[in-house]
T-cell receptor, first 114, second 115 residues
Framework: DQQVKQNSPSLSVQEGRISILNCDYTNSMFDYFLWYKKYPAEGPTFLISISSIKDKNEDGRFTVFLNKSAKHLSLHIVPSQPGDSAVYFCAASLFNFGNEKLTFGTGTRLTIIP | NAGVMQNPRHLVRRRGQEARLRCSPMKGHSHVYWYRQLPEEGLKFMVYLQKENIIDESGMPKERFSAEFPKEGPSILRIQQVVRGDSAAYFC?????????????FGEGSWLTVV
């Protein structure tokens, strides 16, 4: 039962353009969402998060949008840079229910084309 | 500030041997999580621990796997009688006590190869 889904296994974007990575979830109780970036042979690196009481959170080139009614969130990276090439994981938790474990999507491999 | 520290980074074991993976959380963090990533798959939750307590072990295989986070020292994930299917990357993560932040930070991972 995949509660967090990233339906695009891969995405290629031209350098300087906007990268949009999508994530859908099925559990309406999830109340905290995070994006992680992962390079090969390294651990996931935290990028940005959003609480379910918000619909947008911005940090530099990264913006996360949350649509609770659609159970959908997206990560926007603008402008995209070659160093952004990595696998991006969406994750969700039941933080306010006292369980902080993360449920991850299967990841989207982003390739930035110079 | 030191991040989440895992060791060993790489471990090779023969079938039937035991594997022990260690994790020291970030300073000030009291919650530890173990995740596993099989080849070509996403990260799967295994277990969530606080000092001397297992909070959620719903992702742990019922046999051969155990985890602890003692009062002193690192958290340990132990795999007994390893099989080829245990070959994976094992990631440890930590987070602060409740009310002090809600972001989970990961270590660099331990890669287990069973031959």
């Amino acid at each position: 039962d995949q509660q967090v889904k990233q339906n695009s296994p891969s995405l290629s974007v031209q350098e300087g353009r906007i990268s949009i990575l999508n994530c859908d979830y099925t559990n309406s109780m999830f109340d905290y969402f995070l994006w992680y970036k992962k390079y090969p042979a390294e651990g996931p690196t935290f990028l940005i998060s959003i609480s379910s009481i918000k619909d947008k959170n911005e940090d530099g080139r990264f913006t996360v949008f949350l649509n609770k009614s659609a159970k959908h969130l997206s990560l926007h990276i603008v402008p995209s840079q070659p160093g952004d090439s990595a696998v991006y994981f969406c994750a969700a938790s039941l933080f306010n229910f006292g369980n902080e474990k993360l449920t991850f999507g299967t990841g989207t491999r982003l390739t930035i084309i110079p | 500030n030191a991040g989440v520290m895992q060791n060993p980074r790489h471990l090779v074991r023969r079938r039937g041997q035991e594997a022990r993976l260690r994790c020291s959380p970030m300073k000030g963090h009291s919650h530890v999580y173990w995740y596993r990533q099989l080849p070509e798959e996403g990260l799967k939750f295994m277990v969530y621990l606080q000092k001397e307590n297992i909070i959620d072990e719903s992702g742990m295989p019922k046999e051969r796997f155990s985890a602890e986070f003692p009062k002193e020292g690192p958290s340990i994930l132990r795999i007994q009688q390893v099989v080829r299917g245990d070959s994976a990357a094992y990631f440890c993560a930590s987070s602060p006590p409740a009310g002090q932040g809600n972001t989970i930070y990961f270590g660099e991972g331990s890669w287990l190869t069973v031959v």
